[in-house]
C-alpha cells in the first residue's frame, strides 16, 4: 500500500469512526425507543361499576273481601296533559293510552271481582260544553262509580265540581299527579282545591342512593296505616312533593332525597292518604315495570284496597245531573286562594 | 519541491498522527449535526385543537395527532386547545385515553376557550393543568339521555333484546354509562375537586372564576400562557409552536335536540344520510339548540326572503326575531319551517 493510501484510510476511518459513534449513541439516547407506557385504569375495571338491571317481578295481591264495586278510571293525560297516544287527542283510543300505567292495579281489581271502566275524555267538550242542569260526561260517569282513578290535573270547573261531590259523598279517589303538572295550561290547582290536596313545585331526586336514575327515589312509610301495610320501601319517578291539611298515611322519600326547586334535602311526602283521598306525586309508580321494583306492587294492592273499601252506594248519591250544588272546598292547609285559579281561556 | 521535503522531514507514524488529528478535528465539526438527526433536542410546543362536538372523526384526529406528537422527538409539550360542548362517549374516551398516555411521556396543559364541558372535559381531565379564561365554562359531568320507555313488541328480531332491551335494563345501563364518567373524573381530578362525588355528578357547569375554586380548572390563563407554561414545564429555553388542526372542517357536525334525542347533522343542507342520533352522549345540554329553535330563526330567514321577493313584511321578520320568545302567541307570524316552504 502507497503512503498516501495508508494516510487516506487513516482520515475516513477517524471520521467514520467519531460520526458513527455520534450517530449511535444519539439512537441509544433518544426517547421515541421507550416501550409504551403501562397506564392504569382502574375505575374501568370496578366490578361495582354495572348498575344492576335485573327488572324484578311483581305480586298485585288485595286483601279486601267486599263486595264488588266499579272503579272508574280517567287514564286520558298519564303522563303531564298530552296523552301518549296521538290518537287520544282525536278521541280514539284514548282508553288504550296509558293503559301500561294502571294495568297492575286494574288487573287486581278484576281478578277480585270488580267492575273497571274507562273515563274517555270528550276532545270536543271545552267547545260544547253541557247545558244547564246536564250532567257532564265525567259526572254521569262518576254517578255510577264507587271509587275514582285519575291521572289528569285538568278538568273543566263543572267536572271538578262532580268529582268534588262526589267524594262528599263517600267516593275513594286516587289522584296520581306529577311534576309536570305543573307546567300544564291553567294548572291542576282547582282539582288540589277540591279534593284538599297540595302539590309543590319541583321535583324529588336522590343523588346518593335511588333506583337505577337519581329521579327514580326510594320513598318509606313513616307512620302504619292501611295504604302502606307491608311497605318497607317503594320507588317513584320524577315525583313531586304532595301534602294535606291531615294526612292518615304517608311515604316520605328517604334520607339524602333533595328537591329540585330548592336544592336543599326534603322530607315532603309523595304519597298522602286523607280521608276519600289518597294523591300520588308519580303517575309512573304502577306501571309494570315500576311494579316489579322493591314494595311498589304491594302498594299497589293496598291502594286498589283502598279503592274498593268504601261507604259510597252509587244507586243513591250523587253526582247526578240534578246534584245539589257543592258547598264549599276545605281548603287545604289555608296555601291555596279561596275561590281556586281566575277563569282563563284554555291553552289553545 | 518544498512540501514533499516537509512531508518527508516526518516519519511515516508521526504523518498518520497527523492525518488522524485533521480527520477528528473535521469530524468534530459535523458530530452535532449527526447526533441532532439521531436524537433531536426537543424545542417544539405542539397545540392540538379540540374543537366542535366530539364525534370520531374528532377522536380520530386527535388520536392520530398526539400519537404522532409522542413519537415525534422535536415536540416536548403540548397544549390542548379545547372548545367543545361533548359528544359521543366513545369518542370522549377515545381522547380521555390518548390525553392520558401522552400526559404520561410530557407536559400537557388544557387551555379552555369557550366551553369545555361533558365530552370534552372527559377528554381533557388527564391534562396536567387545565387552564380557563374567567368565562370560560367547564363541568357537565353526566350522561344526556331520554328516559327509556316501554314500546310495543317488534315482530321478527332474532332476540327479545334486538329493538331495545327491558325498561329497567335501559335505566341501569344508562346510569353505568353515567357513573362510568363520573368515576373516571374523580380518579383524574378527586383530589382537586373541591366537592363530593355526589356533587360532582349533580353535572353542574361552571364559569372559569369559579371552576379555578372548586378544583374543575387550575389556572386562569389565556392559550399563550399554557404554551408558555407547558414549554417552561419541559425545560425548554426557546421553543417553538406547532399548531394541528383536527376535527371535520367548518365544525361540523352540527348537534340538535329534538323532544325524543340529540341529533348529529353532519351537513348544512342534510339527506338522510347526514343525520345520525345519537340515543346516548356525554353533552352539556344549555349549549346545544333545540329544533323548534333552529326551525324558528330558519323560518324567519325564509320569510323575510320571501318578504324581500314581494317588497313587503319585512319588519314583521325582525320583530319577530326581536321577540324570540318560543311560546309567542302569534303563531301566524312564526311559521314552522315546514309549513313555509310546504307547496
Known sequence: MSRAMTLAVAFVATIALILGGAAGIGYLTADGADSPPDLENDHYLDEELISDG?????????????????????????????????????????????????????????????????????????????????PTALGADLAEADAFVTFRTEYADEEVEDIEVFVENDGHVLLASDASAE?????AASLDSALGVTTHPGYVYNMEEHDLNYQRVYAEPDIDSPITRDVDRVVFQ?????????????????????????????????LVHQGNVVIAGDSAFMSPENAQRVDNDVLIGNLADFLVENDRDAGTQPPEGDADPPSEPVPPEGELPDDGLPEEEPPG | MPAKKYIEAFSMRQQVAIVVVAAAVVAGLF????????????????????????????????????????????????????????????????????VQRTSDEMPVIASVQDISASGGYYAMAPADDIYVLPTSTVGS?????PAPSSSPPAEGPSGPDKTGSNEIEQWAQQQTLADTFVDAMMAERGDEFEMSREEVAH???????????????????????????????????????DTRETGMDGGLPILIQTD???????????????????????????????????????????????????????????????????????????PSLSREVSP
Not at chain 1, 256 to 270: A, D, I, W
Open chain 2, 31 to 98: 458530530v452535532p449535526a449527526v447526533y441532532g438527526t439521531t436524537n433531536e433536542p426537543a424545542d417544539t410546543v405542539a397545540v392540538v385543537e379540540v374543537e366542535g362536538p366530539v364525534n370520531a372523526a374528532l377522536a380520530d384526529d386527535v388520536e392520530t395527532e398526539l400519537t404522532e406528537v409522542r413519537n415525534n422527538d422535536s415536540v416536548g409539550a403540548v397544549v390542548l386547545k379545547i372548545d367543545t360542548s361533548g359528544g359521543q362517549p366513545v369518542a370522549s374516551e377515545r381522547m380521555y385515553k390518548s
Open chain 2, 141 to 145: 359531568i353526566g350522561l344526556n339521555a
Open chain 1, 238 to 270: 320524577s315525583a313531586t312533593p304532595v301534602g294535606a291539611s291531615t294526612t292518615q298515611g304517608t311515604l316520605r322519600p328517604i334520607d339524602g332525597s333533595q328537591l329540585s326547586t330548592t336544592r336543599e334535602s326534603t322530607e315532603e311526602p309523595l
Open chain 1, 183 to 187: 307546567f300544564d295550561g291553567p294548572g
Open chain 2, 260 to 334: 325524543d334525542e340529540l341529533v348529529a347533522v353532519y351537513s348544512n343542507d342534510p339527506g338522510y344520510a347526514d343525520i345520525e342520533p345519537m340515543p346516548f352522549a356525554y353533552v352539556y345540554d344549555g349549549a346545544v339548540p333545540h329544533i323548534d329553535t333552529i326551525e324558528r330563526f330558519a323560518a324567519d330567514d325564509v320569510e323575510a326572503a320571501v318578504d324581500a321577493t314581494d317588497a313587503t313584511g319585512g319588519e314583521d321578520a325582525t320583530d319577530d326575531e326581536a321577540n324570540g320568545t318560543e311560546e309567542s302567541d302569534g303563531t301566524d307570524d312564526v
Open chain 2, 203 to 241: 353535572a353542574d357547569v361552571y364559569l372559569g372564576t369559579e371552576a379555578i375554586h372548586n378544583g374543575f380548572a387550575d389556572e386562569i390563563g389565556s392559550l399563550d400562557e399554557a404554551v408558555h407554561e407547558a414549554a417552561e414545564r419541559a425545560n425548554m429555553r426557546t421553543y417553538e409552536v
Open chain 1, 54 to 134: 335485573t327488572p324484578g317481578e311483581a305480586d298485585v295481591t288485595m286483601s279486601s273481601t267486599g263486595p264488588a264495586q266499579m272503579v272508574l278510571i280517567d287514564a286520558g293525560a298519564a303522563d303531564g296533559a298530552m296523552p301518549v297516544d296521538p290518537l287520544a287527542l282525536l278521541g280514539l283510543g284514548a282508553d288504550g293510552a296509558a293503559d301500561r300505567d294502571v294495568r297492575p292495579l286494574v288487573n287486581a281489581l278484576i281478578e277480585n271481582g270488580h267492575e273497571v271502566r274507562i273515563h274517555t275524555p270528550d276532545p270536543d267538550a271545552a267547545q260544547r260544553p253541557p247545558a244547564d242542569g246536564e
